[in-house]
């Protein structure tokens, strides 16, 4: 009868989250470390990223 708006927003995420390319996630993976050392390095404050 009704829709859920809920599950219409869940369906919008869920496309955009598998849009996004697998080399943009995999550089963003490999790039945890070096975000890691700056947030501790930054004392938890703003960093480069």
């Known amino acids: 009868m ?5 599950q219409d927003l869940v369906q ?4 955009a989250f598998h849009s996004i390319e697998k080399s943009i996630i995999k ?3 490999e790039s945890l470390p070096d975000r ?14």
């Open 36 to 49: 890691k050392d700056a947030i501790l390095k930054a004392h938890g404050g703003y960093t480069k990223y």
């Open 27 to 29: 550089s963003l993976y």
């Open 12 to 15: 919008i995420c869920q496309d």
């Open 2 to 6: 009704f829709r859920d708006p809920s």
